[in-house]
C-alpha cells in the first residue's frame, strides 16, 4: 500500500493510546434505537493510490449502489438526491420531478465513515499536523489545507450516495465538536449523528483534522471514529470496505499469503485465527504485514468493537461479497465457503 | 433581485418569529475575548445571479483578499493554504514549501457567514424545505440537495481564503448541530465556533437545512447566525457585504433613490433614518423595496445587531468603501463624506 492510503489509518500505531472510551465507560446514548450498520468506506478501495485527489469513480458508484441495495428492501431504485451540477456541466446531476408522487421509502439505519486516501495526506504529512504544535504557520495551514482536502473528498462521496437515492449528510467531526487529549477522544458528542440518523438520514463522517487539548492540534483517523461511533449506536455489524478480499497473514501482493477468513476475539481483547487452521504462528507474520499496510491496526480496532458483541466484516469493495456483508446476510450462523473476506466477532 | 438571492435572506419576512434570542438571555459566552468582526459574504454579491450554482470568481478573490487585508495588519502577503488540486488541474493550488521559515503572523478574530446566493435556492425551493414535512420524500431529498449545494459554495469560499493566507475553516450549522424550533433557533451552541476562532481559525458558516424540533426541518438563514453569533461573541462591528452601495429608499435600480447612510435604532428596536435627511417617510418606500430585495429584513436583523451597542455596516462588496468597513476604519467617529454605506448603529 502506498503512504498516500496509509496515513490517516495508521496514526494509532504510532501511539498506541490513540483509542476511544470502551462502551462500559459511557452509561448514556442519544440513539433512540440501535442502528444497523456503520460503514468503513476505506480511503484505499475509494481512491486511486498515487494520485494526489482522485477518486475510483467506479468503485465508488458501485459502493454506492451496494449500500443502496442494502439500506432498502424494495428493489426499485429511488430518485436521486444529488440535484447539484457537476464541475464543468451545465446540468444537474437528478431530476426533482422524478419524486412527484414518490412513496416513502424504509431506509435501515446506516452511518458512513470515510477514510481520507489519496486525499488530505500529503497536506497533513507535509505539515505534521498529527503531531500537534498548532501555533507554527506551516501547522496551522496543514490543518486548513488538509480539511479542505478531506471535505472535497466527503462532499463527493454525499454526492455520490445522493445520486443513488440514499438520504445522506456530509457531517466532519471537527464541526462536531469532536476533540482529542493527546490523541485520545475526550469530547466527542454524537447526539448530533443520532439526531440525524433519527431523522432518516445516512451521516457520513471521515477522517479529520482536529483540535487537541494537549497538543493543540492532531488527525483523528476513520477508523477511531467507527470504534467510538460503534461503542455508543451499537450498530447490529460493521463493514470495512477495502482493496483487498480481508486480512492476510502477510501482504497479499506474497502469492502465498493466506486469507484470514474467521478470527475470535476474547474478553481481554486477544484474538485468535480460527479458520483457516494455521501451521505458523500468526502474530509475527501480521505484524511485519503491518509495516506497509497498517493490517495490525485494523485487526485491534476491529477487535475492540467484536468485544462488545459486534460482528465486524472486513472484506473487498465492490464485489459480490461485500454485498453479501453490506446486506447482513453472513449474521448469525456460519459463514458461507464460498465468501471471500475476514469476520472479527466476539468467542464467548 | 432574483429570487435566487433572496430566498435563503427572505424567509424572516414569512415568518416574523424567525428571531435568535437576544443577548440579555445569554448568561454564558464560551468566547474567552471579544471577536473583532462578523462579516457576512451576501449570496447576491459572491454568486451570479440567475445562473444555477455560479461563483463570481472576480469578487470571491477581490473580497478573500480584502479581509485579509483587514485581518492582517503585515503588508505582506502570507502563503496560500489550499494545498489542493482544482477540478481539472492537475497542479495543487500553493506551495506548502513557501512556508518555509515563515514567521508566525498576528490574525483579527474573524467570523465569516456566506449566503446561498444562486446556490442551494433552487433546491430548496422546489422541494419546500422551510416549510418541513422532512417525512415526505420530496422535502428529505431536498434536505440532502440544499445542502450539497450550499456546502459546495461553502468548500470554495474556505478555499478562496485560503489561498490568500487566511486560516479558514468551514463549519456547517447543521454539523454544529444547531437545531430550530418552529424556525426559532432553539439550541446553537456556539463552543466549537469559539474554540476555532481561540485556536487561531476563522471559522466560515452559512445559511443551512436544519432540522427543526416541530417542523421536521426548515432552513436557517445566515442572517439569523450572525445575530445569533453577534449576541454571543460580542463583535466590535459587523459588516453586510452586498451587491449594491448600501441600503436605499427605494430599489436602487429607480434612478431617484436615495442611499440611505445612517440608521439610528432606538432601545425598542424602532429605527430611523438620520442621514440622510428625508422628505417623505421612509418606512413605505422602504417596505415597497422589500417585496423584491429583502431590505426591511436585512435592516431588522441590523437594528437587532445594533441594539447591542455593535456598529452594523452595509456595503458594496470589493469596493473602497467595503475594505474600509472590514478594517475598522469607521468605528467610532463620523462616517467620511465619501464612504459610501449604510451604517446602522444604536441611538444611545
Excluded at 465507560?25 to 486511486?48: D, E, M, W
Excluded at 485491534?300 to 465486524?312: F, R, T, Y
Amino acid at each position: 500500500m502506498s503512504n498516500f492510503i496509509s496515513f490517516f489509518n495508521e496514526l494509532q500505531t504510532q501511539n498506541p493510546h490513540t483509542k476511544t472510551k470502551p462502551m462500559e465507560h459511557n452509561s448514556y446514548s442519544p440513539f433512540t434505537q440501535p442502528i444497523r450498520c456503520i460503514v468503513k468506506l476505506g480511503g484505499a478501495a475509494i481512491t486511486c493510490k498515487n494520485e494526489l485527489e482522485m477518486i475510483n469513480e467506479e468503485i465508488l458508484q458501485k459502493v454506492s449502489e451496494q449500500l443502496r441495495q442494502a439500506m432498502i428492501s424494495s428493489s426499485e431504485k429511488p430518485p436521486g438526491m444529488d440535484w447539484s451540477k457537476r464541475p464543468g456541466s451545465s446540468e444537474i446531476c437528478c431530476n426533482p420531478d422524478e419524486f412527484g408522487d414518490h412513496s416513502v421509502m424504509d431506509y435501515s439505519r446506516f452511518i458512513v465513515v470515510h477514510g481520507a486516501g489519496s486525499f488530505g495526506h500529503f497536506q497533513a504529512s507535509i505539515s505534521g499536523v498529527h503531531k500537534g504544535q498548532l501555533d507554527k504557520p506551516l501547522v496551522k495551514a496543514g490543518f486548513v489545507a488538509t480539511r479542505i482536502s478531506v471535505t472535497t473528498l466527503t462532499l463527493e462521496i454525499v454526492r455520490a450516495l445522493a445520486r443513488e437515492g440514499i438520504p445522506s449528510i456530509g457531517m466532519s467531526p471537527f464541526s462536531c465538536g469532536w476533540i482529542t487529549k493527546e490523541r485520545q477522544i475526550s469530547s466527542a458528542d454524537v447526539s448530533s449523528v443520532a439526531k440525524a440518523i433519527d431523522s432518516g438520514f445516512a451521516p457520513v463522517l471521515h477522517g479529520d483534522a482536529v483540535l487537541d487539548e494537549i497538543l493543540g492540534c492532531t488527525i483523528l483517523s476513520g477508523d477511531v471514529i467507527i470504534s467510538h461511533l460503534a461503542a455508543y449506536s451499537k450498530p447490529k455489524y460493521v463493514v470495512f470496505l477495502t482493496d483487498v478480499y480481508g486480512v492476510y497473514d502477510r501482504p497479499p501482493t506474497e502469492s502465498d499469503a493466506i486469507l484470514l477468513k474467521e478470527i475470535a476475539v476474547s474478553e481481554d481483547g486477544s484474538w485468535s485465527v480460527v479458520k483457516p487452521k494455521l501451521q505458523n504462528s500468526i502474530e509475527l507474520t501480521v505484524a511485519s504485514h503491518d509495516t506497509t499496510g497498517g493490517m495490525k491496526t485494523k485487526i485491534s480496532e476491529a477487535a475492540m468493537i467484536a468485544k462488545l458483541g459486534i460482528d465486524v466484516y472486513i472484506v473487498k469493495a465492490a464485489t459480490s461479497h461485500s454485498l453479501r456483508a453490506l446486506s447482513g446476510d453472513l449474521r448469525g450462523g456460519n459463514i458461507p465457503d464460498d465468501w471471500l473476506g475476514t469476520v472479527v466477532r466476539s468467542s464467548t
